[in-house]
């Protein structure tokens, strides 16, 4: 399998993230859709099934699931409405605090631990283009391909 990892950067972040114990599941090339039957309720910290899956779908973007699942939760920043709208609420709450974050194809996903209770999703409750991912969503993470072709990122500033 480690020979298959070299030559596949996706399948290779795939099983890093699962060796971090973050449960994965593939999606569609330069998409957001699963490509499996449940979705995001197939992710897994298998490597054999990652490998399995990547076996299948060699360029399929990486999707995880938020909520307690992972025990995280997402505020999708979309576009420049989002980052207004992100900027608004920094004005009027606060910095956030330093926490991981990704670059996506038109935002970014900043990724904060899960509180324990449910947190459901939204889209658009806090501002226009944000979304919040909680419990039943998902995101998609590094290094896979946005539709638009760009590649998700993680913020190398805040690692």
Known sequence: MSGNTLQ???LSAALDYATDGIAIFPVKERDKSPLTKNGF????TDPDTIARWW?????ANIGLPTGKANRVWVLDI???DGKEAFDGLVAEHGEIPKTPQ???GNGRHIIFKHPGEKLKNSVRSLGKGLDVRGDGGYIVVPPSIHPTGHQ????????
């Open 8 to 10: 596949n950067p996706l």
């Open 41 to 44: 309720k197939d992710a897994s």
């Open 55 to 59: 076996g299948k779908w060699p360029n």
């Open 78 to 80: 979309d576009g420049d």
């Open 102 to 104: 990704s670059i996506t």
């Open 152 to 159: 998700y990122k993680w913020d190398p500033g805040l690692q």
